[in-house]
């Protein structure tokens, strides 16, 4: 059983398109996160919530609207896609320590690619 | 100002040689976490060690092993004996205490036959 399980894995679109990728664990973890990678392979975080609430909300376009159903999944929707928006999206979920001690349990990542 | 910088953008090395992949970091915190991940080429980031800011004991597992010294805001990581299987990206982190964890360019390594 996949841990963290993103999808889509690939996700080609025109720009202007809205698109949704979905994320779950499944490690009883209380707080999931979005990262976004780059190019250049550099990782930013753009989000977290702990137990359905938002906690980090970094200096993100507000066309990245995070949703958490529940504290096994963390979706993210993105309006008006732009050409900058490519590149791999991770969702990751750790056990939430408040000391800055969390472990992340990273998933396979969604590579966007915005035509 | 929190920062993580990985001097070294890609390094290669013939297998079986050792090396060690460089991590300075920047935190006014004195309670922090700093951490390694590896990315190899199928794209997963995977997790191999935690360090908190009180325990400057150096880490040995198996071929890894991890030298931090806060006198020199260092978390340096050496492979002894390389593999081609270590051929990857290796990111090193640092936690400070609002779980903002923030991540070095990452250091690509190459292992050649």
């Known amino acids: 059983d996949t841990a963290v399980s993103q999808t889509p894995k690939y996700l080609v679109t025109q720009m202007g398109n809205d698109k949704s990728i979905k994320c779950e664990q499944n490690l009883g973890h209380d707080t999931m996160y979005w990262y976004k990678q780059d190019s250049k392979k550099f990782l930013k975080i753009m989000f977290s919530?702990?137990?359905?609430?938002?906690?980090i909300n970094e200096t993100v376009p507000n066309r990245f609207s995070p949703k958490s159903p529940d504290k096994a999944h963390l979706n993210l929707h993105i309006n008006s896609l732009e050409l900058g928006d490519s590149a791999v999206y991770f969702c990751a979920s750790s056990h939430f320590t408040g000391s800055g001690a969390n472990v992340l349990t990273f998933g396979a990542g969604s590579r966007l690619t915005v035509l | 100002a929190q920062k993580v910088t990985q001097a070294q953008t890609e390094i290669s090395v013939v297998e079986k040689e050792d090396v060690t992949l460089d991590c300075v970091y920047e935190t006014r915190d004195t309670t922090y976490y700093l951490f390694w991940y590896k990315q190899p080429p199928s794209g997963e980031l995977v997790f191999l060690i935690r360090r908190n800011s009180f325990d400057e004991q150096n880490e040995i597992s198996g071929r890894y092993s991890w030298n931090f010294q806060k006198s020199t805001s260092s978390f340096n990581f050496t492979i002894t004996a390389s593999q081609v299987v270590d051929s990857a990206v290796y990111f090193c982190?640092?936690?400070?205490?609002?779980?903002?964890?923030?991540f070095g360019k990452g250091t690509r390594l190459h292992i050649l036959p």
């Open positions: 919530y702990n137990n359905k609430e938002l906690i």
């Open positions: 982190a640092l936690s400070p205490r609002d779980d903002k964890i923030i």
